[in-house]
């Protein structure tokens, strides 16, 4: 994929929900990129997406004999013919996608390490390209199953030698007179067709190939839903690409991958690794919502993006981790994003058995849930909900509140409490009023103390995802009207932003440390927490990707003090915030104060880390002078 590890109670109508979050998201186009259209109405069906599933295959898919050669860009109409008399049918990936509940398919062929084959039929010459309509005819099925088709688009041409018999002598650099060895391109038809010398081993001719073929691309396929990007070329850039293609075809989303690009409508996450537990695909994430998000990850434990010839190997094929993937699965949903699920199909569009396995396993299997993980978001984000993330005695899950309905809210258990049969969850401030399994249906006793919402007597634990039904009554002992000041802030970025009620503006402390944030309640009042939504922009894992460090720029050591005067303060809390996503509680249990000030005298990113060093972006902050109480 890419360059292979190179380099955000009530049921109201949906026009309603369209004009109020048309009108909160439009008003925070200053906080992503510049251009960057946070939000606009080709992006609904993507937001309403829950998953999708990607599709590598092309040139270099195993054939059907994988002890007879690799094709060849010159074996072409070859590799069409032996397609077709697979039995190819573009029904064998919609069924798919429909099993694993995606919502759409991203074609890629036109991939810079498969072999750049367009699977269709195309008039601009260069590299493979089929008389069958193998893409038209993916769109034509999967539109009569309500699903959208995005087109995988390379940038890339530097594997133009890559699996073929002969590779030129220096990959690295090409120069004119690589286009005369075996390689995917004809770099000489493309010359002739422009009627000058192109190189299409080069970026920049690479670039002016593929621009060409965007174009040609939207006039020929309408109901195509956009195009997946694999990071940026110059060429495009400078012959503004993407402003284009939302002129021609304003319907078209673009999704850009590992890079957030202005005028891209989707931000897409590679294959993230490496995390604790390793399902949390979510903590590895750096788009801040709500910019639209993708997490873009490979089912097999192992092999390439594409179907590499494991099958008839091995029986089954890679294997499929089931409790890894079902948790990628939900953790995306637990952070609003979407997750891609990349399979990888062999020449006639079925899957390996261990795949096919997979499939029909999430068919049956996220049915009974459907409603915790579709027409939801994110909890414990800008969208309200509970706490989600690390929960008791080594539990480990999220959590999803109603898009419609805020008082409807969902616990996803990945990992159960090592002991006992109780779950304790961070309640956010929630009254609740009753909780249910899921799936069975079965009602539990419950209390609420401190600021935990207590589910007892579990015993029947699911494998890979317990789901509790949680219906809340409202909020409480939030303060309203609470004012705040900065010791620091970047321009644009004030203080006002925290306690403003808008999650897509936030403070930013100029990247200094220490930084001190002083709110007040307008009078004299108990504190029992102070709540901290911190922006989304970077990854909570310390771990490296694409050969970067990443940790978090979020609070790491911090002061709390208070202060009936604001004159003398008096010191109640000083502690470490663990590194993680979503909402984060400071329980004070301070009699009465007017005045709280939060100092921040470390974060959790690296000096060598220069993006996050010393850098904070706040989101909200609130105080509760109370907690829900049930016994």
Request: charged residues 25%; neutral net charge.
């Amino acid at each position: 994929m890419a360059r292979n590890l190179r380099s955000g109670r009530r049921r109201i109508t949906r026009l309603g929900v369209f004009t109020t979050i048309l009108g909160m998201l439009l008003a925070a186009l200053g906080a992503p990129p510049a251009r960057a259209e946070v939000f606009h109405p080709r992006q609904l069906w993507m937001r309403d997406a829950t998953a999708g599933l990607f599709l590598h295959w092309g040139l270099r898919t195993t054939r059907s004999d994988p002890a007879a050669p690799p094709f060849t860009d010159a074996d072409c109409a070859a590799w069409e013919a032996e397609v077709t008399g697979s039995g190819w049918s573009a029904g064998k990936w919609v069924t798919a996608a429909r099993q694993l509940h995606a919502q759409y398919l991203v074609l890629a062929s036109f991939h810079s390490r498969l072999g750049y084959a367009r699977a269709w039929p195309s008039q601009i010459p260069g590299s493979c390209s089929t008389r069958r309509d193998f893409l038209g005819e993916t769109i034509a099925a999967a539109r009569a199953k309500g699903l959208k088709v995005i087109l995988y688009m390379t940038d890339d041409p530097q594997w133009y030698w890559e699996g073929l018999r002969e590779r030129p002598v220096d990959p690295k650099n090409p120069d004119p007179g690589d286009v005369d060895r075996p390689n995917w391109f004809d770099s000489h038809a493309y010359s002739a067709y422009k009627g000058r010398p192109v190189n299409l081993t080069t970026r920049d001719g690479f670039g002016e190939f593929s621009y060409d073929n965007f174009f040609e691309v939207m006039r020929n396929y309408p109901d195509l839903a956009g195009f997946w990007i694999d990071n940026d070329n110059k060429y495009w850039e400078d012959h503004d690409l993407y402003r284009q293609v939302h002129q021609l075809r304003p319907r078209m989303l673009l999704s850009n991958n590992n890079e957030d690009t202005p005028e891209m409508d989707t931000v897409s996450n590679e294959q993230k690794t490496g995390m604790t537990p390793p399902y949390d695909y979510n903590s590895a994430l750096w788009t801040s919502m709500p910019r639209l998000t993708e997490s873009c990850y490979k089912l097999p434990a192992r092999g390439a993006w594409w179907y590499d010839g494991e099958g008839p190997n091995r029986a089954g094929g890679a294997e499929v981790d089931k409790k890894l993937n079902v948790g990628r699965f939900i953790s995306n949903v637990g952070a609003s994003s979407k997750a891609l699920e990349a399979e990888t199909s062999t020449l006639d569009g079925s899957f390996p058995p261990n795949q096919a396995e997979f499939n029909a396993f999430m068919s049956t299997y996220l049915t009974p849930i459907w409603e915790s993980v579709h027409g939801v978001e994110g909890g414990g984000y800008l969208y309200g909900g509970l706490q989600p993330g690390a929960f008791n005695d080594g539990a480990y899950g999220y959590t999803t509140i109603g898009r419609y309905d805020r008082d409807r809210h969902y616990i996803h258990v990945i990992d159960k409490p090592a002991t006992g049969t109780d779950l304790k969850v961070r309640d956010n401030g929630y009254v609740v009023t009753t909780v249910h399994d899921v799936r069975s249906g079965k009602k539990f006793d419950f209390s609420q103390r401190d600021g935990f919402l207590t589910i007892k007597g579990i015993t029947a634990w699911d494998p890979y995802d317990t789901v509790f039904r949680v219906q809340t009554h409202g909020r409480t002992g939030i303060y309203r009207g609470v004012t705040a000041t900065a010791s620091v802030s970047a321009p644009g970025h004030d203080a006002s932003a925290l306690v403003d009620g808008d999650h897509t503006k936030y403070w930013d402390n100029a990247a200094t440390v220490p930084a001190s944030i002083t709110l007040d309640l307008g009078r004299v009042r108990k504190v029992a927490y102070v709540a901290v939504n911190q922006r989304e922009w970077s990854p909570t894992q310390p771990r490296t990707s694409f050969g970067h460090p990443e940790d978090s720029a979020r609070i790491k050591d911090y002061t709390v003090e208070v202060s009936t005067d604001g004159v003398t303060w008096t010191p109640a809390r000083s502690d470490t915030m663990r590194s993680a996503r979503a909402v984060q509680f400071i329980d004070l249990d301070v009699a009465g104060a007017r005045y709280v000030r939060l100092t921040v005298t470390s974060t959790w990113a690296a000096a060598t880390l220069p993006e996050y060093d010393k850098k904070l972006r706040i989101d909200e902050l609130w105080v509760g002078g109370a907690y829900p109480s049930r016994a």
